[in-house]
């Protein structure tokens, strides 16, 4: 249905030479990959404001920001306003999760919504027919470098075939421990965007990591 792509976090990058990092990465990649973490949604603290502010700065690609944070109604139309060009949130912690989706694309960004590993499908089903991208965690959100949970993959199906059913045009992102040894099982279950984090920022060559994730990606099938 889309065509597939990689998306690389900068979990994995080196902060200390972030614009360079990205920029390594920005021929071969439609989008950057931003993990926001508060400390209280998960118990890590990573990217805010700041950063997203100067990696518009620094480039052109699509700022995709992932919200791990327990108050995404404050923050997300601030990181609009700063150049994120999508935001997904985990709609669990926001009392009115379809009313921040409406206020995000009135911004003019895209959005998604994400389920954690031990969330069912059926919790964000309400909101697939008005969001861009759902987010399908295959590690429990908060910490790069996790091993990759083939349980989880069964939710992508899952969500193809709903999004068939319901004749929906929302996008399926997968992120957590995609890796050369696990990047087909979820291309393969029909996973169109693939967020990896250590597999291009950990390898030598990141545009060589990211043409072999989205060669293996492609070669698996599935219903992209």
Not at 23 to 52: C, F, K, Q, R, S
Not at 136 to 165: D, H, I
């Amino acid at each position: 249905m889309y065509e597939r792509s990689i998306a690389p976090s900068i979990l994995s990058a080196d902060f200390a030479r972030l614009g360079a990092e990205v920029a390594e990465v920005a021929e071969v990649v439609p989008t950057i990959h931003v993990d926001v973490m508060d400390g209280h949604y998960v118990p890590n603290i990573t990217l805010g404001h700041p950063v997203v502010a100067s990696l518009r700065r620094a480039t052109d690609r699509v700022l995709d920001c992932h919200l791990m944070i327990t108050d995404p109604a404050t923050y997300a139309p601030q990181l609009v306003e700063l150049g994120a060009d999508h935001v997904t949130f985990h709609p669990e912690v926001e009392d009115d999760p379809l009313a921040l989706i409406h206020r995000l694309r009135d911004q003019g960004a895209s959005v998604g919504v994400a389920i954690k590993p031990a969330h069912p499908l059926a919790m964000v089903t309400e909101l697939l027919a008005h969001v861009d991208l759902l987010l399908v965690m295959t590690v429990e959100p908060g910490f790069g470098g996790q091993a990759f949970l083939p349980e989880a993959v069964g939710k992508v199906t899952e969500a193809v075939t709903w999004r068939a059913r319901h004749h929906a045009e929302f996008r399926i992102q997968v992120d957590g421990g995609i890796a050369p040894a696990t990047v087909a099982t979820a291309a393969a279950a029909g996973a169109e965007v693939l967020v990896a984090g250590s597999a291009v920022f950990g390898a030598p060559d990141r545009p060589a990591a990211v043409r072999e994730l989205l060669a293996l990606a492609e070669a698996a099938g599935g219903d992209a």
